[in-house]
C-alpha cells in the first residue's frame, strides 16, 4: 500500500558535486514556448498506454519546462459513477507526495532561523515522549530517526486502513506509536516512517508558533500559487475530489477500500492537483521556495552509520535517469499512485497523479521525463547557471 521515493542506483558523491554546480537559480531568458503537437502527442501517447495497460480511470499530468509550466491535462474519468472526466484541477490524493511539501516548510523554518535540524525534537515537540536516544529533525526528514512504519502492509491493518477522524492531525497521529520502542537508534538505519513526517508536523508547529495546516498553506502554497492544494477531509464538501478506486482480485475496477487520512496529513494527507504541483515544482525551480544552497541540502543523500546505501535526502528521494540527475517522490494509499520528478539541471518537472492505487505512476512519469528531456537542437543550451 505504500510507496517510498522516486530514486534510481546513483553515486552519492557524483550526485552532490553535479547539484552544487547545477541547481538553480538562473533567471530564464527565453520565454517558454507553446508545446509542440509532435511533443504533445508523444505525451498523450505514453499517457494513453499507461492508461490501457494500468486500467486507470483516471490520470492529470503536469509538463514543467525552464522551471515554467508548459502543459497540463486531464485523461479519463475522475469519477466512475458520473462520468465526471478528469481535469488540470481534478484533486487526488497525494498520498507520499506529501513529504517533499512538509519537507519544504519545514527548511523554509531552518532558513529564517526557527529550527534547528540537529536539536532534540522535544524541544519543538514537547508532546512526543523522550526516547534512549535523542531524535531530530534531520533525522526525522531523512527517515533515519528510528521512528516505525505502520505495523503491517496489509489492508486489513487498522492503521493502513484508519477510520478514525482527528481534527487534530499532529496530536490524533502522535497517539500511534508515541509510546512504541524505535526500531533502530537515531541516525543509524534507515527505515521509512509516515509516522516520522507527523514528528515533523509536530517540529514545525512548535518551531512556527502556527499550525501545521496554516503554516504549510501561507508559506508553500500560497507563495508557489497552489490554489487548490487541501487536507483529505473525508467529511468536507472537496470541489473537483476524485473518486477512489482498486482493483479486485479478478483485476476489475471497483471502489478503494475507506480510508480517514487525518492521522497523517504530513505524511501522506494532503489532495492536490496536476496543475497545483506543476506549480510548485515550478516554484522550487525557479526560487520562491528555498534558497539554492538549501536545496544541495535537501537534495543530498543522508548517510545512516550502518553503512548502507541511502538514495533519500531530506524529504526528496534522489535519482539518476539517462545520466541526469533526478530528485522527487512518489506515493501509494486507498485510490490513488502518484509521482513527480524534477531534473534540477535542465529545468524540467513531470507530475502524474492517478485515481487508482498500485498503479505504476513511476514508470509514466520517468516515460515523460525522457521525452521531456530529448528535446529539440536549438533548446538544448544549459537551463542553469553554473
Request: net charge negative; with cysteine.
Amino acid at each position: 500500500m505504500t510507496r517510498h521515493h522516486l530514486a534510481t542506483p546513483h553515486t552519492a558523491a557524483l550526485l552532490f558535486i553535479i547539484l552544487a554546480a547545477s541547481v538553480p537559480f538562473r533567471a530564464f531568458a527565453q520565454q517558454v514556448e507553446k508545446l509542440s503537437p509532435q511533443r504533445q502527442a508523444s505525451f498523450e501517447d505514453a499517457i494513453t498506454k499507461f492508461m490501457a495497460a494500468s486500467k486507470a480511470p483516471g490520470v492529470s499530468v503536469a509538463i514543467v519546462e525552464r522551471g515554467q509550466l508548459l502543459w497540463s491535462k486531464g485523461f479519463g474519468l475522475a469519477n466512475l459513477e458520473d462520468d465526471s472526466p478528469a481535469t488540470p484541477q481534478t484533486l487526488y490524493r497525494l498520498g507520499s507526495v506529501s513529504k517533499p511539501l512538509t519537507a519544504t516548510a519545514a527548511m523554509q523554518l531552518w532558513e529564517r532561523g526557527k529550527l534547528d535540524l540537529d536539536a532534540p525534537i522535544q524541544k519543538y515537540c514537547p508532546a512526543f515522549p523522550e526516547k534512549p536516544q535523542p531524535i531530530t529533525t534531520r533525522e526525522l526528514l531523512g527517515h533515519l530517526g528510528g521512528i516505525r512504519h505502520y505495523k503491517s502492509e496489509s489492508p486489513d491493518d487498522p492503521e493502513i486502513s484508519n477510520t478514525k477522524h482527528f481534527e487534530d492531525p499532529i496530536a490524533g497521529g502522535i497517539q500511534f506509536f508515541a509510546n512504541d520502542p524505535l526500531v533502530a537508534p537515531p541516525g543509524t538505519h534507515f527505515n521509512y516512517s509516515t509516522y516520522g513526517y507527523t514528528l515533523v508536523g509536530c517540529v514545525i508547529q512548535g518551531a512556527s508558533g502556527e499550525k501545521y495546516v496554516s503554516e504549510v498553506h501561507e508559506n508553500v502554497f500560497v507563495p508557489a500559487g497552489m490554489t487548490s492544494t487541501r487536507t483529505d477531509d473525508h467529511y468536507a464538501i472537496v470541489p473537483h475530489r476524485a473518486g477512489f478506486y482498486a482493483k479486485d482480485k479478478s483485476g476489475a475496477v471497483v471502489n478503494a477500500d475507506f480510508l480517514d487520512s487525518s492521522y497523517k496529513i504530513p505524511g501522506g494527507g494532503w489532495l492536490s492537483s496536476a496543475e497545483d504541483m506543476g506549480r510548485f515544482e515550478s516554484a522550487i525551480l525557479t526560487g520562491k521556495m528555498l534558497k539554492r544552497s538549501t536545496l544541495v541540502l535537501m537534495w543530498t543523500p543522508q548517510k545512516p552509520s550502518d553503512g548502507a546505501k541511502d538514495d533519500y535526502g531530506l524529504g526528496w528521494g534522489i535519482g539518476e535517469q539517462d545520466h541526469v540527475v533526478t530528485v522527487g517522490h512518489d506515493g501509494g494509499q486507498q485510490g490513488t499512485s502518484t509521482a513527480f520528478v524534477l531534473a534540477p539541471a535542465q529545468g524540467e518537472g513531470i507530475v502524474v497523479l492517478s485515481n487508482l492505487e498500485d498503479a505504476d505512476t513511476v514508470s509514466l512519469a520517468n516515460d515523460l521525463l525522457k521525452i521531456a528531456l530529448a528535446t529539440e537542437p536549438d533548446k538544448q543550451e544549459p537551463m542553469i547557471e553554473h
